[in-house]
Nanobody, 115 residues
Framework: QVQLVESGGGLVQAGGSLRLSCAASGGTFSFYDMDWHRQAPGKQRELVATITRRGSTDYADSVKGRFAISRDNFASTMYLQMNSLKPEDTAVYYC?????????WGQGTQVTVSS
């Protein structure tokens, strides 16, 4: 019932910025707890940032001070603002929603940061 679609990835130079979006359909968006995850080549998927249905946020230490997670319940969309990007941020970024006892995942969007 829940579909998630990420967008906004691309190729940027180190020090640049991107804003990722995750558009949701199905269910009631305001009831979702949501995360951003990323997976780099040869690495395990890692949690980047979380935002609860009530707006509480948390971040991985590697992105604190550079990334900001937010949500717009009226637009049924979650965002990840990424600033001061580093080559080590290169990965496929995935959004995840938790609703009614299960996880839902988007298809991912590629972020590549060049040096």
């Amino acid at each position: 019932q829940v579909q998630l679609v990420e967008s906004g990835g691309g190729l940027v130079q180190a020090g640049g910025s991107l804003r990722l979006s995750c558009a949701a359909s199905g269910g009631t968006f305001s009831f979702y707890d949501m995360d951003w995850h990323r997976q780099a080549p040869g690495k395990q998927r890692e949690l980047v940032a979380t935002i609860t249905r009530r707006g509480s946020t948390d971040y991985a230490d590697s992105v604190k001070g550079r990334f900001a997670i937010s949500r717009d319940n009226f637009a049924s969309t979650m965002y990840l603002q990424m600033n001061s990007l580093k080559p080590e941020d290169t990965a496929v970024y995935y959004c995840k929603a938790y609703l009614l006892g299960r996880d839902y995942w988007g298809q991912g969007t590629q972020v590549t940061v060049s040096s």
